[in-house]
T-cell receptor, first 117, second 116 residues
Framework: EADIYQTPRYLVIGTGKKITLECSQT?????MYWYQQDPGMELHLIHY???????EKGDLSSESTVSRIRTEHFPLTLESARPSHTSQYLC????????????????FGPGTRLTVL | AQKVTQAQTEISVVEKEDVTLDCVYE???????LFWYKQPPSGELVFLIR??????QNEISGRYSWNFQKSTSSFNFTITASQVVDSAVYFC?????????????FGEGTQLTVNP
């Protein structure tokens, strides 16, 4: 299993603030992902990365940005937070498994619950 | 396009009852992978199981069992003798692997409440 960490776990900030949500994994996984989860439970992919200096937008449009300068680190930044950004943000990582076939499994961090007032 | 449907939004049972969570998927790919994740109130997603489309063998792990049927495009999850600690949101997910860039498509989730 992956060891994947997210900080902070909870964050309450005012409108207009710049914030960075941290995500780190210690397993050397090449692939990393950010999901947004609203109280209605459904998860939406907002960003992903297949390796250093590789980032792509996901299925749900997001005003956030990401960077991947180191394999283990995939931070998400909001330049100017708004109440509409209030949500839970989940980070995940995965790797191709050894042996035959495709065995990619995403492992998730504990999440960051963001509230923008 | 791929889609995962979990028709049961909420299920409530009494401890020790058996409960089955339904998952129906849609994909045009012949190679795909199905997953179940558990999300307890603390918020993290915990990986439970992965199946590939070539392996229809059902699996049992303790009180958990999974029934994969390609003929009905279903991958149902049964908890036997449920316990209060099983209370969580359960997500079914699908990826077609390389053709989807390893991206997961999640169902809407099923909130399971196990009452003492």
């Amino acid at each position: 299993e992956a060891d994947i960490y997210q900080t902070p776990r909870y964050l309450v900030i005012g409108t207009g603030k710049k914030i960075t949500l941290e995500c780190s994994q210690t397993m050397g996984h090449d692939k990393m992902y950010w999901y947004q989860q609203d109280p209605g439970m459904e998860l939406h992919l907002i960003h992903y990365s297949y390796g250093v200096n590789s980032t792509e937008k996901g299925d749900l449009s997001s005003e956030s940005t990401v960077s991947r300068i180191r394999t283990e680190h995939f931070p998400l930044t909001l330049e100017s937070a708004r109440p509409s950004h209030t949500s839970q943000y989940l980070c995940a990582s995965s790797e191709l498994g050894a042996g035959t076939g495709f065995t990619d499994t995403q492992y998730f961090g504990p999440g960051t619950r963001l509230t923008v007032l | 396009a791929q889609k995962v449907t979990q028709a049961q939004t909420e299920i409530s049972v009494v401890e020790k009852e058996d409960v089955t969570l339904d998952c129906v998927y849609e994909t045009r790919d012949t190679t795909y992978y199905l997953f179940w994740y558990k999300q307890p109130p603390s918020g993290e997603l915990v990986f439970l199981i992965r199946r590939n489309s070539f392996d229809e063998q059902n699996e049992i792990s303790g009180r958990y069992s999974w029934n994969f049927q390609k003929s009905t495009s279903s991958f149902n999850f049964t908890i036997t003798a449920s316990q209060v600690v099983d209370s969580a949101v359960y997500f079914c997910a699908l990826t077609t692997g390389e053709t989807s860039g390893s991206r997961l498509t999640f169902g809407e989730g099923t909130q399971l409440t196990v009452n003492p």
